[in-house]
Protein backbone atom coordinates (compact mmCIF):
# COMPACT_ATOMS: atom_id res chain seq x y z
CA UNK A 1 0.00 0.00 0.00
CA UNK A 2 2.88 2.39 0.91
CA UNK A 3 4.56 1.99 -2.30
CA UNK A 4 1.28 1.39 -4.78
CA UNK A 5 -0.95 4.89 -3.87
CA UNK A 6 0.04 7.76 -5.68
CA UNK A 7 0.35 11.45 -4.85
CA UNK A 8 -2.01 12.46 -1.45
CA UNK A 9 -3.32 9.58 -0.52
CA UNK A 10 0.17 7.99 -1.29
CA UNK A 11 2.15 10.50 1.16
CA UNK A 12 -0.87 10.45 4.45
CA UNK A 13 -0.97 6.41 4.15
CA UNK A 14 2.58 6.51 4.15
CA UNK A 15 2.76 8.97 7.43
CA UNK A 16 -0.60 7.04 8.69
CA UNK A 17 1.99 4.05 9.15
CA UNK A 18 4.66 5.77 10.45
CA UNK A 19 2.69 6.70 13.26
CA UNK A 20 1.59 3.85 14.15
CA UNK A 21 4.55 1.88 14.40
CA UNK A 22 5.85 5.19 16.42
CA UNK A 23 3.13 4.87 18.58
CA UNK A 24 3.35 0.63 19.01
CA UNK A 25 7.12 1.20 19.32
CA UNK A 26 6.79 3.82 22.35
CA UNK A 27 3.82 1.64 23.88
CA UNK A 28 6.80 -1.43 23.82
CA UNK A 29 9.14 0.58 24.98
CA UNK A 30 7.55 2.09 27.56
CA UNK A 31 6.63 -1.41 29.04
CA UNK A 32 9.72 -3.21 28.77
CA UNK A 33 11.53 -0.62 30.56
CA UNK A 34 9.25 0.30 32.85
CA UNK A 35 8.78 3.76 31.62
CA UNK A 36 12.84 4.92 32.04
CA UNK A 37 15.18 5.46 28.67
CA UNK A 38 18.33 4.75 31.20
CA UNK A 39 16.84 1.33 32.01
CA UNK A 40 16.49 0.29 28.66
CA UNK A 41 20.02 1.28 27.44
CA UNK A 42 21.03 -1.01 31.10
CA UNK A 43 18.75 -3.62 29.76
CA UNK A 44 20.14 -3.84 25.90
CA UNK A 45 23.71 -4.01 27.85
CA UNK A 46 22.81 -6.90 29.81
CA UNK A 47 20.87 -8.62 26.99
CA UNK A 48 21.61 -11.83 25.17
CA UNK A 49 24.98 -12.11 23.81
CA UNK A 50 23.78 -14.90 21.55
CA UNK A 51 23.15 -13.94 17.81
CA UNK A 52 19.27 -14.73 16.40
CA UNK A 53 21.05 -17.50 14.43
CA UNK A 54 22.11 -19.20 17.49
CA UNK A 55 19.22 -18.72 19.10
CA UNK A 56 16.53 -19.74 16.19
CA UNK A 57 18.42 -21.43 14.21
CA UNK A 58 21.34 -23.62 16.38
CA UNK A 59 21.77 -26.28 12.90
CA UNK A 60 22.58 -22.54 10.86
CA UNK A 61 24.83 -21.67 13.93
CA UNK A 62 27.16 -25.05 13.74
CA UNK A 63 27.42 -25.18 10.00
CA UNK A 64 28.34 -21.59 10.50
CA UNK A 65 31.72 -22.59 13.02
CA UNK A 66 32.31 -25.72 11.43
CA UNK A 67 32.83 -23.08 8.30
CA UNK A 68 35.20 -21.24 10.38
CA UNK A 69 36.76 -23.78 11.44
CA UNK A 70 37.99 -24.77 7.74
CA UNK A 71 39.05 -21.39 6.63
CA UNK A 72 40.76 -20.76 10.03
CA UNK A 73 42.33 -23.89 8.48
CA UNK A 74 43.86 -22.80 5.35
CA UNK A 75 44.37 -18.79 5.95
CA UNK A 76 46.38 -17.48 8.22
CA UNK A 77 45.49 -14.19 10.70
CA UNK A 78 44.67 -11.42 10.13
CA UNK A 79 43.09 -12.54 6.33
CA UNK A 80 41.05 -15.46 7.97
CA UNK A 81 39.37 -12.84 10.30
CA UNK A 82 38.47 -10.49 7.84
CA UNK A 83 37.02 -13.21 5.19
CA UNK A 84 35.12 -14.65 8.40
CA UNK A 85 34.08 -10.76 8.97
CA UNK A 86 33.09 -9.89 5.66
CA UNK A 87 31.22 -13.11 4.53
CA UNK A 88 29.57 -14.71 7.91
CA UNK A 89 29.66 -12.28 10.52
CA UNK A 90 31.97 -13.70 12.56
CA UNK A 91 33.75 -11.33 14.57
CA UNK A 92 37.07 -12.27 15.22
CA UNK A 93 38.38 -9.31 15.89
CA UNK A 94 39.41 -9.33 19.02
CA UNK A 95 41.76 -12.02 18.68
CA UNK A 96 43.71 -9.53 16.71
CA UNK A 97 43.79 -6.35 18.75
CA UNK A 98 46.59 -4.38 16.89
CA UNK A 99 45.10 -4.59 13.56
CA UNK A 100 41.42 -4.08 15.14
CA UNK A 101 43.07 -0.57 16.29
CA UNK A 102 44.35 0.23 12.46
CA UNK A 103 40.52 -0.34 11.04
CA UNK A 104 39.14 1.49 13.88
CA UNK A 105 41.83 4.50 13.85
CA UNK A 106 41.54 4.80 9.90
CA UNK A 107 37.93 4.46 10.21
CA UNK A 108 37.41 1.26 7.98
CA UNK A 109 35.85 -1.26 11.07
CA UNK A 110 32.57 -1.28 9.13
CA UNK A 111 33.96 -3.35 6.44
CA UNK A 112 34.81 -6.24 9.12
CA UNK A 113 30.73 -7.09 9.36
CA UNK A 114 28.27 -8.47 7.57
CA UNK A 115 26.05 -6.05 6.40
CA UNK A 116 23.10 -4.69 3.91
CA UNK A 117 25.94 -4.41 1.09
CA UNK A 118 26.45 -8.30 1.51
CA UNK A 119 22.96 -8.98 1.12
CA UNK A 120 22.27 -6.87 -1.98
CA UNK A 121 25.22 -8.53 -3.69
CA UNK A 122 23.78 -11.53 -2.53
CA UNK A 123 20.61 -10.73 -4.32
CA UNK A 124 22.44 -9.15 -7.36
CA UNK A 125 24.98 -12.48 -8.19
CA UNK A 126 22.10 -14.97 -7.34
CA UNK A 127 19.47 -12.80 -9.62
CA UNK A 128 22.68 -12.90 -12.34
CA UNK A 129 23.01 -16.76 -12.15
CA UNK A 130 18.92 -17.44 -12.81
CA UNK A 131 18.75 -14.72 -15.47
CA UNK A 132 17.02 -17.91 -17.63
CA UNK A 133 14.59 -18.50 -15.11
CA UNK A 134 11.46 -16.40 -15.57
CA UNK A 135 10.93 -13.53 -13.28
CA UNK A 136 8.66 -14.47 -10.17
CA UNK A 137 10.79 -17.81 -10.38
CA UNK A 138 14.41 -15.78 -10.06
CA UNK A 139 13.14 -13.53 -7.52
CA UNK A 140 11.16 -16.47 -5.14
CA UNK A 141 14.87 -18.47 -5.52
CA UNK A 142 16.73 -15.16 -5.08
CA UNK A 143 14.86 -14.57 -1.89
CA UNK A 144 15.29 -17.83 -0.26
CA UNK A 145 18.82 -17.66 -0.64
CA UNK A 146 19.06 -14.23 0.72
CA UNK A 147 17.13 -15.24 3.76
CA UNK A 148 19.58 -18.51 3.69
CA UNK A 149 22.88 -16.30 3.69
CA UNK A 150 21.28 -14.12 6.27
CA UNK A 151 20.66 -16.83 8.58
CA UNK A 152 24.14 -18.49 8.27
CA UNK A 153 25.65 -14.55 8.70
CA UNK A 154 24.05 -14.33 12.54
CA UNK A 155 21.34 -12.23 11.34
CA UNK A 156 22.38 -9.52 13.49
CA UNK A 157 20.47 -6.10 13.33
CA UNK A 158 22.24 -4.64 10.23
CA UNK A 159 21.38 -7.82 8.32
CA UNK A 160 18.40 -7.85 9.54
CA UNK A 161 17.48 -4.51 8.50
CA UNK A 162 19.34 -5.25 5.04
CA UNK A 163 17.46 -7.76 4.52
CA UNK A 164 14.43 -6.05 4.96
CA UNK A 165 14.75 -2.97 3.07
CA UNK A 166 16.16 -4.88 -0.18
CA UNK A 167 14.09 -7.87 -0.05
CA UNK A 168 11.15 -4.97 -0.19
CA UNK A 169 12.93 -2.81 -3.03
CA UNK A 170 13.40 -6.15 -4.97
CA UNK A 171 9.95 -7.26 -4.67
CA UNK A 172 8.39 -3.82 -5.40
CA UNK A 173 10.62 -3.16 -8.23
CA UNK A 174 9.22 -6.73 -9.37
CA UNK A 175 5.58 -5.53 -9.40
CA UNK A 176 6.48 -2.54 -11.59
CA UNK A 177 6.63 0.80 -9.21
CA UNK A 178 9.10 3.04 -8.10
CA UNK A 179 10.52 3.40 -4.81
CA UNK A 180 11.35 5.73 -2.57
CA UNK A 181 14.63 4.51 -0.63
CA UNK A 182 13.78 6.80 2.39
CA UNK A 183 10.50 5.59 3.00
CA UNK A 184 11.86 2.12 2.53
CA UNK A 185 14.68 2.35 5.01
CA UNK A 186 12.38 4.51 8.15
CA UNK A 187 10.23 2.21 7.35
CA UNK A 188 12.54 -1.28 7.80
CA UNK A 189 13.44 0.64 10.76
CA UNK A 190 9.95 1.24 12.29
CA UNK A 191 9.17 -2.60 11.59
CA UNK A 192 12.47 -3.51 12.96
CA UNK A 193 12.34 -1.18 16.08
CA UNK A 194 8.44 -2.63 16.47
CA UNK A 195 9.48 -6.37 16.59
CA UNK A 196 11.93 -5.65 19.09
CA UNK A 197 12.32 -1.90 20.72
CA UNK A 198 15.63 -2.23 22.35
CA UNK A 199 17.43 -2.22 18.67
CA UNK A 200 17.20 1.16 19.66
CA UNK A 201 20.06 0.92 21.86
CA UNK A 202 21.65 -1.83 20.04
CA UNK A 203 25.04 0.09 18.43
CA UNK A 204 25.21 -2.40 15.20
CA UNK A 205 21.63 -1.37 14.36
CA UNK A 206 22.15 2.68 15.28
CA UNK A 207 25.63 2.62 12.83
CA UNK A 208 23.78 0.75 10.35
CA UNK A 209 20.63 2.68 10.07
CA UNK A 210 22.82 5.76 9.93
CA UNK A 211 25.13 4.84 7.22
CA UNK A 212 22.21 4.13 5.08
CA UNK A 213 20.70 7.09 5.50
CA UNK A 214 23.62 8.84 5.24
CA UNK A 215 23.91 7.61 1.97
CA UNK A 216 20.28 8.52 0.82
CA UNK A 217 20.39 11.37 1.83
CA UNK A 218 23.75 13.06 1.24
CA UNK A 219 25.87 10.51 -1.84
CA UNK A 220 23.50 12.23 -4.94
CA UNK A 221 24.47 15.91 -3.98
CA UNK A 222 28.28 15.11 -3.47
CA UNK A 223 28.48 13.26 -6.41
CA UNK A 224 26.87 15.81 -8.29
CA UNK A 225 29.07 18.65 -6.90
CA UNK A 226 32.40 16.80 -6.92
CA UNK A 227 31.77 14.71 -10.63
CA UNK A 228 31.19 18.53 -11.71
CA UNK A 229 35.10 18.91 -11.08
CA UNK A 230 36.83 16.02 -10.99
CA UNK A 231 34.84 13.80 -13.19
CA UNK A 232 32.63 10.39 -13.06
CA UNK A 233 35.12 7.88 -11.60
CA UNK A 234 35.21 5.01 -8.98
CA UNK A 235 37.20 6.75 -6.49
CA UNK A 236 35.21 10.26 -6.54
CA UNK A 237 32.10 7.91 -5.88
CA UNK A 238 33.26 5.87 -3.27
CA UNK A 239 34.59 8.76 -1.45
CA UNK A 240 31.53 10.50 -1.91
CA UNK A 241 29.56 7.56 -0.68
CA UNK A 242 32.08 7.26 2.51
CA UNK A 243 31.64 10.59 3.44
CA UNK A 244 27.88 10.55 2.84
CA UNK A 245 27.41 7.74 5.66
CA UNK A 246 30.41 9.26 7.88
CA UNK A 247 28.29 12.77 8.34
CA UNK A 248 25.95 10.35 10.27
CA UNK A 249 28.27 7.66 11.92
CA UNK A 250 30.43 9.90 13.13
CA UNK A 251 28.85 11.59 16.09
CA UNK A 252 27.80 8.29 17.07
CA UNK A 253 31.57 6.47 16.74
CA UNK A 254 32.82 9.47 18.52
CA UNK A 255 29.96 8.87 21.57
CA UNK A 256 30.62 4.76 21.40
CA UNK A 257 34.43 4.84 20.93
CA UNK A 258 35.67 8.27 21.99
CA UNK A 259 37.68 9.11 19.34
CA UNK A 260 37.27 9.75 15.69
CA UNK A 261 39.44 8.96 12.60
CA UNK A 262 39.84 12.07 10.78
CA UNK A 263 41.18 10.62 7.72
CA UNK A 264 38.39 8.02 7.59
CA UNK A 265 36.60 8.94 3.81
CA UNK A 266 39.54 9.26 2.11
CA UNK A 267 40.89 6.03 3.30
CA UNK A 268 37.79 4.20 2.54
CA UNK A 269 37.61 5.82 -1.22
CA UNK A 270 41.59 4.58 -1.33
CA UNK A 271 40.42 0.61 -0.17
CA UNK A 272 36.69 0.29 -1.13
CA UNK A 273 37.11 -0.68 -4.07
CA UNK A 274 38.49 -4.03 -2.69
CA UNK A 275 35.52 -5.13 -0.66
CA UNK A 276 32.85 -6.27 -3.32
CA UNK A 277 36.13 -8.17 -4.52
CA UNK A 278 37.19 -9.41 -1.02
CA UNK A 279 33.70 -10.31 -0.51
CA UNK A 280 32.24 -12.10 -3.44
CA UNK A 281 35.63 -14.52 -3.55
CA UNK A 282 34.96 -14.70 -0.20
CA UNK A 283 31.97 -16.08 -0.52
CA UNK A 284 32.91 -18.28 -3.35
CA UNK A 285 35.49 -19.81 -0.80
CA UNK A 286 33.14 -20.35 1.72
CA UNK A 287 31.27 -22.34 -0.73
CA UNK A 288 34.01 -24.06 -2.48
CA UNK A 289 35.48 -25.16 1.55
CA UNK A 290 31.90 -27.02 1.83
CA UNK A 291 32.61 -28.59 -1.60
CA UNK A 292 36.19 -29.59 -1.15
CA UNK A 293 39.20 -28.08 1.25
CA UNK A 294 41.11 -27.75 -2.33
CA UNK A 295 38.30 -25.91 -4.01
CA UNK A 296 38.29 -23.24 -0.91
CA UNK A 297 42.12 -23.16 -1.21
CA UNK A 298 41.96 -22.19 -4.65
CA UNK A 299 39.47 -19.58 -3.80
CA UNK A 300 41.66 -18.22 -0.69
CA UNK A 301 44.94 -18.36 -2.99
CA UNK A 302 42.60 -15.87 -5.43
CA UNK A 303 41.32 -13.52 -2.70
CA UNK A 304 44.70 -13.49 -0.68
CA UNK A 305 46.16 -10.77 -3.11
CA UNK A 306 43.31 -8.32 -2.72
CA UNK A 307 43.35 -9.20 1.38
CA UNK A 308 47.05 -8.62 1.38
CA UNK A 309 46.71 -5.37 -0.06
CA UNK A 310 43.72 -3.87 2.21
CA UNK A 311 45.90 -4.75 5.20
CA UNK A 312 48.96 -3.26 3.64
CA UNK A 313 47.10 0.12 2.54
CA UNK A 314 45.36 0.34 6.33
CA UNK A 315 48.76 -0.77 7.91
CA UNK A 316 50.78 1.95 5.97
CA UNK A 317 48.27 4.66 6.16
CA UNK A 318 47.95 3.63 10.14
CA UNK A 319 51.82 3.99 10.44
CA UNK A 320 52.26 7.25 8.45
CA UNK A 321 49.69 9.32 9.51
CA UNK A 322 48.48 9.57 13.20
CA UNK A 323 44.76 9.72 12.09
CA UNK A 324 42.50 9.11 14.89
CA UNK A 325 41.53 12.18 17.56
CA UNK A 326 40.22 11.95 20.75
CA UNK A 327 36.56 13.21 20.79
CA UNK A 328 33.90 11.92 22.78
CA UNK A 329 30.49 13.92 22.60
CA UNK A 330 27.86 13.80 24.96
CA UNK A 331 24.51 11.89 24.72
CA UNK A 332 22.47 15.09 24.28
CA UNK A 333 24.80 16.62 21.53
CA UNK A 334 24.28 13.42 19.47
CA UNK A 335 20.37 13.64 20.31
CA UNK A 336 20.45 17.40 19.13
CA UNK A 337 22.42 16.63 15.91
CA UNK A 338 19.93 13.95 14.95
CA UNK A 339 17.28 15.99 15.47
CA UNK A 340 18.68 18.50 12.89
CA UNK A 341 19.18 15.63 10.55
CA UNK A 342 15.84 14.56 11.05
CA UNK A 343 14.63 17.77 9.92
CA UNK A 344 17.29 17.31 6.64
CA UNK A 345 15.65 13.97 6.27
CA UNK A 346 12.08 15.19 6.19
CA UNK A 347 12.93 17.76 4.19
CA UNK A 348 14.50 14.74 1.78
CA UNK A 349 12.02 12.56 2.06
CA UNK A 350 9.55 15.23 0.34
CA UNK A 351 12.03 14.30 -2.72
CA UNK A 352 11.44 11.09 -3.53
CA UNK A 353 15.19 10.14 -4.85
CA UNK A 354 15.47 7.21 -7.39
CA UNK A 355 18.70 6.28 -7.19
CA UNK A 356 18.67 2.63 -4.90
CA UNK A 357 22.15 3.44 -2.58
CA UNK A 358 22.89 -0.72 -1.86
CA UNK B 1 44.82 -12.62 -21.82
CA UNK B 2 43.92 -10.57 -18.88
CA UNK B 3 43.37 -14.32 -16.59
CA UNK B 4 46.62 -14.85 -17.39
CA UNK B 5 48.03 -11.17 -16.36
CA UNK B 6 45.82 -11.15 -13.41
CA UNK B 7 47.38 -14.85 -12.45
CA UNK B 8 50.75 -13.68 -12.54
CA UNK B 9 50.34 -10.48 -10.49
CA UNK B 10 48.26 -12.62 -7.84
CA UNK B 11 51.37 -14.85 -7.43
CA UNK B 12 54.07 -12.09 -7.80
CA UNK B 13 51.55 -10.64 -4.66
CA UNK B 14 51.34 -13.81 -2.47
CA UNK B 15 55.13 -14.93 -3.06
CA UNK B 16 56.32 -11.25 -2.14
CA UNK B 17 54.70 -12.10 1.10
CA UNK B 18 55.47 -14.96 1.97
CA UNK B 19 59.25 -13.77 1.67
CA UNK B 20 62.63 -16.48 1.88
CA UNK B 21 62.75 -19.32 3.99
CA UNK B 22 64.34 -18.55 7.11
CA UNK B 23 67.30 -21.08 7.88
CA UNK B 24 69.26 -21.41 11.44
CA UNK B 25 67.42 -18.31 12.60
CA UNK B 26 65.49 -18.01 16.08
CA UNK B 27 62.93 -14.70 16.44
CA UNK B 28 61.42 -13.41 19.62
CA UNK B 29 58.31 -12.15 17.82
CA UNK B 30 56.70 -8.71 19.06
CA UNK B 31 53.55 -9.78 20.08
CA UNK B 32 52.70 -7.52 22.71
CA UNK B 33 52.61 -8.55 26.34
CA UNK B 34 53.38 -12.37 25.79
CA UNK B 35 55.51 -14.73 24.65
CA UNK B 36 55.89 -15.84 20.73
CA UNK B 37 59.47 -17.21 19.84
CA UNK B 38 59.98 -18.99 16.41
CA UNK B 39 63.25 -21.42 15.67
CA UNK B 40 64.06 -22.25 12.43
CA UNK B 41 66.56 -24.89 12.02
CA UNK B 42 69.17 -25.96 9.10
CA UNK B 43 66.53 -27.70 6.89
CA UNK B 44 63.75 -24.22 7.65
CA UNK B 45 62.16 -26.38 9.55
CA UNK B 46 60.03 -24.29 12.54
CA UNK B 47 59.74 -25.10 16.12
CA UNK B 48 56.91 -22.76 18.14
CA UNK B 49 58.09 -22.16 21.45
CA UNK B 50 54.73 -20.17 23.02
CA UNK B 51 52.51 -18.75 20.68
CA UNK B 52 51.56 -15.36 22.54
CA UNK B 53 48.34 -13.46 23.61
CA UNK B 54 46.54 -12.81 20.60
CA UNK B 55 45.81 -14.66 16.73
CA UNK B 56 48.95 -12.09 15.35
CA UNK B 57 51.14 -14.41 15.66
CA UNK B 58 50.08 -16.49 13.30
CA UNK B 59 50.75 -14.36 10.30
CA UNK B 60 51.73 -14.81 6.52
CA UNK B 61 55.15 -16.10 7.74
CA UNK B 62 53.69 -18.97 8.60
CA UNK B 63 52.85 -20.13 4.46
CA UNK B 64 55.52 -22.21 2.98
CA UNK B 65 56.07 -22.38 -0.52
CA UNK B 66 55.43 -23.92 -2.96
CA UNK B 67 52.11 -25.25 -1.30
CA UNK B 68 51.01 -22.87 0.65
CA UNK B 69 51.10 -24.87 3.61
CA UNK B 70 51.54 -24.11 6.91
CA UNK B 71 55.50 -25.38 7.73
CA UNK B 72 55.22 -25.71 11.19
CA UNK B 73 57.14 -28.91 12.30
CA UNK B 74 56.80 -28.70 15.95
CA UNK B 75 55.11 -27.07 18.84
CA UNK B 76 56.44 -26.02 22.51
CA UNK B 77 54.04 -25.17 25.76
CA UNK B 78 56.28 -23.72 28.00
CA UNK B 79 53.21 -23.32 30.47
CA UNK B 80 49.67 -22.83 30.08
CA UNK B 81 48.52 -19.09 30.85
CA UNK B 82 46.83 -17.02 27.69
CA UNK B 83 50.12 -14.77 27.10
CA UNK B 84 52.33 -18.01 26.25
CA UNK B 85 48.81 -20.25 24.58
CA UNK B 86 46.55 -18.14 23.01
CA UNK B 87 48.51 -18.22 19.62
CA UNK B 88 49.22 -21.79 19.34
CA UNK B 89 45.89 -22.65 19.18
CA UNK B 90 45.51 -20.42 16.21
CA UNK B 91 48.67 -22.11 15.08
CA UNK B 92 47.06 -25.76 15.52
CA UNK B 93 43.97 -24.60 13.49
CA UNK B 94 46.32 -23.71 10.44
CA UNK B 95 48.90 -25.92 10.70
CA UNK B 96 50.07 -29.89 10.17
CA UNK B 97 52.44 -30.08 13.31
CA UNK B 98 53.81 -33.48 14.03
CA UNK B 99 55.00 -33.39 17.52
CA UNK B 100 53.92 -30.87 20.61
CA UNK B 101 55.65 -30.88 23.62
CA UNK B 102 53.59 -29.49 26.82
CA UNK B 103 52.86 -30.28 30.65
CA UNK B 104 49.38 -31.36 31.34
CA UNK B 105 49.09 -29.15 34.59
CA UNK B 106 45.56 -30.51 35.97
CA UNK B 107 45.87 -27.48 38.45
CA UNK B 108 45.14 -25.20 36.20
CA UNK B 109 42.01 -24.88 34.12
CA UNK B 110 40.84 -22.90 31.03
CA UNK B 111 39.23 -22.69 28.37
CA UNK B 112 42.10 -21.65 26.07
CA UNK B 113 44.01 -25.02 27.61
CA UNK B 114 41.14 -27.17 27.06
CA UNK B 115 41.20 -26.09 23.69
CA UNK B 116 45.14 -26.83 23.27
CA UNK B 117 44.98 -30.07 24.73
CA UNK B 118 41.81 -31.17 22.41
CA UNK B 119 44.27 -29.69 19.75
CA UNK B 120 47.25 -31.29 20.74
CA UNK B 121 45.57 -34.67 20.93
CA UNK B 122 45.74 -34.59 16.81
CA UNK B 123 49.25 -34.63 16.90
CA UNK B 124 52.27 -36.88 19.08
CA UNK B 125 52.34 -35.21 22.11
CA UNK B 126 55.29 -35.58 24.46
CA UNK B 127 56.04 -34.20 28.20
CA UNK B 128 59.31 -32.86 28.70
CA UNK B 129 60.91 -32.67 32.43
CA UNK B 130 64.24 -32.34 33.59
CA UNK B 131 66.72 -33.64 32.03
CA UNK B 132 64.91 -34.57 28.68
CA UNK B 133 66.85 -33.68 25.48
CA UNK B 134 65.49 -32.76 22.24
CA UNK B 135 67.43 -33.25 18.82
CA UNK B 136 65.70 -30.41 16.36
CA UNK B 137 68.13 -30.18 13.14
CA UNK B 138 71.40 -29.58 14.28
CA UNK B 139 70.16 -27.86 17.58
CA UNK B 140 69.54 -29.57 20.82
CA UNK B 141 67.71 -28.55 23.35
CA UNK B 142 68.12 -29.65 26.94
CA UNK B 143 65.32 -29.39 29.41
CA UNK B 144 66.23 -27.62 32.48
CA UNK B 145 63.20 -27.62 34.39
CA UNK B 146 60.54 -28.62 35.59
CA UNK B 147 61.59 -31.75 37.30
CA UNK B 148 58.85 -34.64 37.96
CA UNK B 149 58.80 -34.27 41.37
CA UNK B 150 57.69 -30.59 41.51
CA UNK B 151 55.14 -31.23 38.71
CA UNK B 152 53.05 -33.02 40.94
CA UNK B 153 53.37 -30.37 43.59
CA UNK B 154 52.06 -27.29 41.01
CA UNK B 155 49.02 -25.52 42.44
CA UNK B 156 47.47 -22.80 40.17
CA UNK B 157 48.94 -20.03 41.66
CA UNK B 158 52.57 -21.25 40.82
CA UNK B 159 51.54 -22.51 37.35
CA UNK B 160 54.51 -19.87 36.37
CA UNK B 161 57.22 -22.13 38.14
CA UNK B 162 56.25 -24.92 36.13
CA UNK B 163 57.52 -23.21 32.97
CA UNK B 164 59.24 -25.47 30.65
CA UNK B 165 63.35 -23.99 30.90
CA UNK B 166 65.60 -24.83 28.24
CA UNK B 167 68.94 -24.66 26.90
CA UNK B 168 69.81 -24.29 23.18
CA UNK B 169 73.11 -25.07 21.82
CA UNK B 170 74.31 -25.11 18.59
CA UNK B 171 78.13 -25.31 17.98
CA UNK B 172 79.99 -22.51 20.26
CA UNK B 173 75.85 -21.22 20.39
CA UNK B 174 73.92 -21.05 23.52
CA UNK B 175 70.37 -19.71 24.14
CA UNK B 176 68.30 -20.02 27.39
CA UNK B 177 64.73 -19.75 27.63
CA UNK B 178 63.10 -19.43 30.95
CA UNK B 179 59.53 -18.84 30.56
CA UNK B 180 58.02 -17.31 33.35
CA UNK B 181 59.75 -18.18 36.21
CA UNK B 182 60.59 -16.60 39.23
CA UNK B 183 64.43 -16.20 40.75
CA UNK B 184 64.07 -18.84 43.16
CA UNK B 185 63.14 -21.53 40.24
CA UNK B 186 66.00 -20.12 38.06
CA UNK B 187 68.57 -21.45 41.26
CA UNK B 188 67.01 -24.84 40.57
CA UNK B 189 67.91 -24.96 36.86
CA UNK B 190 71.55 -27.20 37.84
CA UNK B 191 73.09 -25.11 34.90
CA UNK B 192 76.44 -26.19 36.79
CA UNK B 193 75.53 -29.49 35.11
CA UNK B 194 75.50 -28.23 31.87
CA UNK B 195 79.11 -26.53 32.02
CA UNK B 196 80.49 -28.76 29.27
CA UNK B 197 78.05 -27.29 26.79
CA UNK B 198 78.34 -23.88 27.70
CA UNK B 199 81.57 -23.09 26.28
CA UNK B 200 82.35 -19.50 27.97
CA UNK B 201 79.12 -17.92 28.34
CA UNK B 202 75.67 -18.39 27.38
CA UNK B 203 75.27 -16.27 24.35
CA UNK B 204 71.35 -15.02 24.58
CA UNK B 205 69.45 -14.96 27.70
CA UNK B 206 65.43 -14.83 27.19
CA UNK B 207 64.72 -12.98 30.24
CA UNK B 208 62.05 -15.00 32.78
CA UNK B 209 58.48 -13.63 32.69
CA UNK B 210 58.67 -10.24 30.99
CA UNK B 211 61.28 -9.28 33.03
CA UNK B 212 59.11 -9.19 36.23
CA UNK B 213 61.61 -7.81 39.36
CA UNK B 214 60.28 -11.42 40.72
CA UNK B 215 62.31 -12.97 38.29
CA UNK B 216 66.06 -11.07 38.95
CA UNK B 217 68.63 -12.63 40.69
CA UNK B 218 71.94 -10.79 40.18
CA UNK B 219 73.86 -14.30 41.56
CA UNK B 220 72.27 -16.50 38.68
CA UNK B 221 73.10 -13.38 36.24
CA UNK B 222 77.13 -13.33 36.92
CA UNK B 223 76.91 -16.84 37.00
CA UNK B 224 75.32 -17.45 33.38
CA UNK B 225 77.35 -14.03 32.35
CA UNK B 226 75.20 -13.47 28.78
CA UNK B 227 76.52 -11.31 25.85
CA UNK B 228 73.04 -10.39 25.17
CA UNK B 229 69.50 -10.18 26.24
CA UNK B 230 66.04 -10.58 25.03
CA UNK B 231 63.33 -9.31 27.15
CA UNK B 232 59.73 -10.20 25.20
CA UNK B 233 56.87 -7.70 26.62
CA UNK B 234 54.35 -5.18 25.55
CA UNK B 235 51.84 -2.25 27.16
CA UNK B 236 51.26 -3.99 30.74
CA UNK B 237 50.19 -2.55 34.07
CA UNK B 238 52.99 -5.12 36.31
CA UNK B 239 55.81 -2.73 35.46
CA UNK B 240 57.47 -4.72 32.90
CA UNK B 241 60.46 -4.68 32.57
CA UNK B 242 61.85 -4.26 35.96
CA UNK B 243 64.45 -1.17 36.37
CA UNK B 244 66.48 -4.11 37.96
CA UNK B 245 66.91 -6.12 34.73
CA UNK B 246 67.57 -2.81 32.73
CA UNK B 247 70.11 -1.21 35.29
CA UNK B 248 71.80 -4.43 35.28
CA UNK B 249 72.31 -5.12 31.84
CA UNK B 250 73.66 -1.62 31.12
CA UNK B 251 76.22 -2.04 34.28
CA UNK B 252 77.68 -5.10 32.73
CA UNK B 253 77.08 -3.98 29.66
CA UNK B 254 75.03 -6.58 28.14
CA UNK B 255 73.47 -5.70 25.47
CA UNK B 256 69.62 -5.47 25.44
CA UNK B 257 66.96 -5.83 22.81
CA UNK B 258 63.21 -5.36 23.89
CA UNK B 259 60.46 -6.65 21.55
CA UNK B 260 58.21 -3.38 22.91
CA UNK B 261 60.92 -0.93 21.69
CA UNK B 262 62.93 -2.91 18.78
CA UNK B 263 60.23 -4.81 17.56
CA UNK B 264 60.72 -8.21 16.14
CA UNK B 265 64.34 -9.37 17.65
CA UNK B 266 66.15 -11.70 15.15
CA UNK B 267 69.25 -13.59 16.21
CA UNK B 268 70.95 -15.37 12.83
CA UNK B 269 73.48 -18.21 13.60
CA UNK B 270 76.29 -18.48 11.50
Request: charged letters at 15%; hydrophobic letters at 45%; a neutral charge.
Amino acid sequence: MLLSLSSTNRIYGTYAIFAVLVILILTRLFLICSGDLLNCSALMERGEKETLTGKYCPICNKYRQNIAVKIRSILPSPHSELLLGTTLGINDLKTIPRFNDVLVSTGTIHVVVVSGYNISLVFNHVSNLLKKANSKTRLFITQIIAVIYALMSGFEPPVLRALLMVSVIFWVRFLGRNVNITAVLLLTGLVMLAFNPLYLFDLSFQLSFMATLGLVLFSDLFETYLSSYLGENVVVSDFCASLSAQILVTPLISHAFGRISLLSALVNSIVLWLIPLITSIGMLAVIGILIHKLVGKIFVLVLLPFSLLFVNILEFVDKIFSITLPLQISKDTLIMYYMLVGVIAWYSGRKPRNKETE
Amino acid sequence: MTIVVFICLDLVVLVMNIGEKKRMEIIVTDIGQGDGILIYNEDGELLLVDGGPTNEFVGMGFLQLPSFECGVSRILLTHPHTDHLFGLNRAMELCQTSLVYYNDIQAFVSGNFSRFKGLARLYNEQKLTQGDKISFGSFTIYILWPSPEYLATIKESTVNEASIAMLLDYRDFEMLFTGDINSDTQKRLKLSDYSYVIDDAVDVYKVPHHGSEHSFDEDFLAWLRPKAAVISVGENSYGHPSEKFINYFKKESVRLFRTDLDGDVRIKIR
